[in-house]
């Protein structure tokens, strides 16, 4: 059988639309309701047992039982639905799901990203909320963590199933927003210097493809060609 080849193919993110120019807390507000002067922690993704939701639901129970002023915002759908809205109440708000032109400034609006799926080969939502200045929190298992350059500089990796050193690294987080300010900053730093966009994409990895594949075309018809020219003659 012949060797088929392959190429490498990067994952781009859309630098302008996924931006901190589009946060709007005044708008979170008013549109969903979110508790003022609350931490808003955001979830993007599906709500089931894959993604580890019942792990993010206990972090925030957790928080909330500490009297911490926290509150959850759930982006997607999915069958842990109930269980983490009867496991939070009032501490949780879920949009159900939406069309990519409004996460954006959904995005940029939230304090922190907070992603403990362990599934993951390379979630795009995390480059997306790194895009828009948000600290991450991602688990050391799956492939989320390969998206944090240096923990505790453009995002954080946290290496525990447990609830309890994600409650206590979003409590001193909570309490530091300089902190969270420059987390955020080193996270669009990385995209903007380390993370390809889709045009890159296009012009560095697919059109050399297309190139090559046309011009092994174009060599085969010319060949074609001649030798349909010799059995002519």
Known sequence: MPKM????????????????????????????????????????????????????????????????????LVVGAGSHKEAVRKALGPAVTFTGSMPQSRLPWIYASADLFVFPSETEVYPNVVLEAKASGLPVLVSSKGGA????????????????????????????????????????????????????????????????IWERVANGASSKSVSGEHGRSGVKG
């Not at 490498?8 to 630098?15: C, F, P, S």
Request: proline share 6%.
């Open 145 to 208: 963590a390969q998206l944090v350059k240096k923990t505790g500089l453009d995002g954080f990796v946290v290496g525990d199933g447990n609830p309890q050193p994600w409650v206590r690294l979003i409590k001193q987080l909570r309490l530091d927003s300089e902190h969270r300010k420059r987390v955020g900053v080193e996270a669009r730093k990385d995209i903007d210097n380390g993370r390809p966009s889709w045009r890159d994409v296009l012009v560095s990895d697919l059109l050399p």
């Open 5 to 72: 080849p392959v190429s490498y193919l990067r994952r781009g993110i859309n630098k302008e639309v996924f931006s901190p120019r589009h946060g709007n807390r005044r708008r979170l507000r008013a549109n969903l309701g979110i508790p003022e002067h609350h931490l808003l922690l955001l979830f993007v993704g599906r709500i089931g047992q894959e993604k580890n939701v019942m792990l993010l639901a206990q972090i925030v129970r957790t928080l909330r039982e500490q009297d911490e002023p926290i509150h959850l």
